[in-house]
DNA sequence: ATGCTCCTGCGAA
DNA sequence: CTAACGTTCGCAGGAGCAT
């Protein structure tokens, strides 16, 4: 038995933590670079506000409701997420964190009764030490969970945020599924919605009774196991223990456009950077670096660009001046003049376990490097992130994102606290 | 016929 | 005033290649 707890409009819900000027307002919490509406409150739905809509295209509607509108403070959100999680986590027998808002639980071996009091209990808990407002789905798989969840936000099923479809008669289920499009099942996007649709299997309840067999031959394997899930085969475990990385990617949209081979240098450096160290913090090298830059799909008038080329490393390193040798090596092959780029980023594939690589016998110098990245580490952690940078990753960063409606970091930086003002 | 890598598309949050 | 549309991850499956 499976829950699937997931947070209210998870980021917004965050903001208001620390500005209780924002209750019983329109809010809305912008992606990165103030580009889509990311999170809305209630109030900002009630007004129409569609998800992943862009900002620009709201700002009239805005001023008329009189909308607040945040750029994203992912620093923040990820202290309040794991307050959150390890709350969760102590309350539970197993627990996988699915996303920064969200995370399944186990729930095998209680009774319906046990199973909604216990939810009950996790969300004023949650309430209480965090102050975060959780729906909860129950069900016997976690495709179903996730459904139940989606059920209890939207108040299909009930009472007080909890949703428990293995508690539901077979007829009060029915009723749920018969209605509720494909696209809000677990797995299923627009592309897939829309093919079920033109098959006839237009709500859950159809695809629930569908032959899986069918199903496979005419979709995927994906497909077949999550019309199986619907029936209450579990297909799908608990993730217990957290498997490594296969790939890191770092990228952002540029606030304006640039068209310079410098520019895109520093860029490519800034993220070859930051992936480095998450490659490190994970204890894995990279056989791979892609390095990536496209110019804006939204301008179709301007000429358009989109590639990305892979650099083999000779041998997998996390070394950041190895990795941005060759980034700058892939970078000057895709670079060319007369295009406004607007986005750029680096990638690393074929990720291992550091412990896990041969050394080469007639390699002195990685040892040497990998002291050396150790040390810059431990000075960016303890002295800030960029005390030591790459001299080529720029200083004005005239790329850099836009962040206009910025929250200060209120749980982990001191001088960002009103107070210290 | 089989198995590999590389690339693209899709979905999720 | 203008122009302004996210990021990061995993999986499936097809293309292309070698055996």
Redesign the pocket.
Not at 185 to 193: C, N
Not at 247 to 252: A, L, V
């Given at each position: 038995m499976f829950a699937l707890l997931?947070c209210n409009n998870?980021y917004v819900s965050c903001e208001r933590l620390f500005n209780p000027r924002l209750e019983g307002r329109p809010v809305v919490v912008l992606?990165?670079?103030d580009?889509?509406v990311?999170s809305r409150s209630n109030e900002a739905k009630a007004l129409g506000i569609r998800?992943?809509?862009?900002?620009?295209?709201l700002?009239a509607l805005a001023r008329q409701h009189g909308v607040v509108a945040l750029s994203s403070n992912y620093t923040l959100y990820a202290d309040i997420s794991a307050r959150v999680m390890s709350t969760l986590g102590r309350l539970s027998a197993g627990q996988e964190i699915?996303?920064?808002?969200?995370c399944f639980l186990d729930l095998s071996g209680m009774s319906a009764q046990e199973r909604i009091s216990h939810a009950q209990e996790l969300r004023q808990t949650i309430a209480r030490h965090v102050g975060i407002p959780v729906c909860v789905g129950i069900a016997s798989s976690k495709t179903l969970a996730?459904l139940a969840n989606h059920f209890a936000k939207k108040g299909l099923a009930g009472q007080d945020g909890v949703c428990d479809l293995d508690a539901m008669t077979s007829h009060q289920r029915h009723e749920l599924f018969a209605h509720c499009p494909v696209?809000d099942?677990?797995?299923?996007?627009?592309?897939?919605?829309k093919?079920l649709q033109a098959m006839g299997l237009a709500h859950v309840e159809d695809l629930r009774r569908a032959d899986p067999g069918a199903i496979?031959n005419t979709?995927?394997?994906?497909l077949q196991?999550t019309a199986l899930e619907l029936n209450g085969i579990a297909c799908i475990d608990l993730a217990r223990d957290i498997?490594?990385?296969?790939?890191?990617?770092?990228?952002?949209?540029f606030g304006e456009?640039v068209d310079t081979l410098a520019d895109l240098r520093e860029a490519i450096l800034y993220?070859t950077t930051?992936?480095a160290e998450?490659l490190r913090a994970d204890g894995s090298v990279a056989h791979?670096i892609?390095v990536h830059v496209r110019s804006?799909p939204?301008?179709p008038k301007e000429p358009q660009y989109d590639r990305?080329q892979?650099v083999?490393l000779a041998q997998p390193t996390s070394d950041t001046m190895r990795l941005a040798r060759a980034a700058m090596h892939g970078l000057q092959q895709i670079y060319r003049p007369g295009i406004r780029y607007?986005?750029a980023?680096i990638?690393l594939?074929?990720l291992q376990s550091a412990n896990h690589i041969e050394t080469d016998l007639f390699d002195q110098t990685t040892s040497r490097n990998r002291q050396r990245m150790q040390t810059i580490d431990a000075i960016n952690r303890k002295m800030g992130r960029d005390t030591i940078v790459l001299a080529g990753s720029g200083i004005e960063r005239r790329w850099n994102?836009r962040r206009e409606h910025v929250s200060p970091d209120y749980t982990t930086c001191w001088n960002n606290l009103p107070c210290a003002h």
């Open positions: 997931d998870f992606s990165n670079n580009g889509c990311v998800m992943a809509e862009p900002w620009f295209r700002r699915y996303s920064i808002d969200e996730k696209g099942i677990w797995g299923i996007g627009r592309q897939l919605a093919q496979r979709f995927s394997v994906t196991r498997a490594p990385r296969q790939q890191i990617i770092s990228s952002r949209s456009p993220h930051r992936a998450k791979a892609g804006n939204f301008q990305t892979l083999p607007k986005k980023g990638l594939t074929g994102m």
